[in-house]
T-cell receptor, first 113, second 109 residues
Framework: SQTIHQWPATLVQPVGSPLSLECTVE??????LYWYRQAAGRGLQLLFY??????ISSEVPQNLSASRPQDRQFILSSKKLLLSDSGFYLC????????????FGSGTRLTVV | DAKTTQPNSMESNEEEPVHLPCNHS???????IHWYRQLPSQGPEYVIH???SNVNNRMASLAIAEDRKSSTLILHRATLRDAAVYYC??????????FGAGTRLTVKP
């Protein structure tokens, strides 16, 4: 069976510090991978998605970046965090077919102070 | 992805059925209708999906209008654990899925 791992669960970082969140998927190959962010009391915002190694599509211009160094690894990064980067970050994977569902990780709650 | 419209919030009593509506008047012929729900402090979880015919699974039922411009997620007997935000989403062959605001379901004991 497929599993998705996301860590850390919570993170408190000072403004201006770097960020690296990692997501890995097991039990499948060539998954579509996604990063979403959810601000407090708000809906999910799609940040990045990837359909293959080294292929990243960005949805929202911001100071975040994503990389996919391996087939089942997706990393979200920032060189300098802003207060507005606080939120609940979720990684997800899916097959590319329109009937395929998404499976989400357990999320990382990031607080920038 | 085509746009969906859902009520912001709904209330239900425990052990009663709940019908969560979703309008998607601009749905295309290849869009699948997906429903997810998000419990507090958790990531969304898959509930059900369908294309044209009504669908049932252990969690819920999905009723799709004949013209496919609307659908209804049916929870047959709401429990307190069903309190969550429910999202109705259309997915085509695209590689991304965008979530709207969803419907916040409150279940009263």
């Amino acid at each position: 069976s497929q599993t998705i791992h996301q860590w850390p669960a919570t993170l408190v970082q000072p403004v201006g510090s770097p960020l690296s969140l990692e997501c890995t998927v097991e039990g499948t190959s060539n998954p579509n991978l996604y990063w979403y962010r959810q601000a407090a009391g708000r809906g999910l915002q799609l940040l990045f998605y990837s359909v293959g190694i080294g292929q990243i599509s960005s949805e929202v211009p911001q100071n975040l970046s994503a990389s996919r160094p391996q087939d089942r690894q997706f990393i979200l990064s920032s060189k300098k965090l802003l207060l507005s980067d606080s939120g609940f970050y979720l990684c997800a994977w899916s097959r590319g077919q329109s009937f395929a569902g998404y499976t989400f990780g357990s999320g990382t709650r990031l607080t920038v102070v | 992805d085509a746009k969906t419209t859902q009520p912001n919030s709904m209330e239900s009593n425990e052990e009663e059925p709940v019908h969560l509506p979703c309008n998607h008047s601009t749905i295309s012929g290849t869009d699948y209708i997906h429903w997810y729900r998000q419990l507090p402090s958790q990531g969304p979880e898959y509930v059900i999906h369908g294309l044209t015919s009504n669908v049932n699974n252990r969690m819920a039922s999905l009723a799709i209008a004949e013209d496919r411009k609307s659908s209804t997620l049916i929870l047959h007997r709401a429990t307190l654990r069903d309190a969550a935000v429910y999202y109705c989403i259309l997915r085509d062959r695209g590689n991304d899925m965008r979530f709207g605001a969803g419907t916040r379901l409150t279940v009263k004991p």
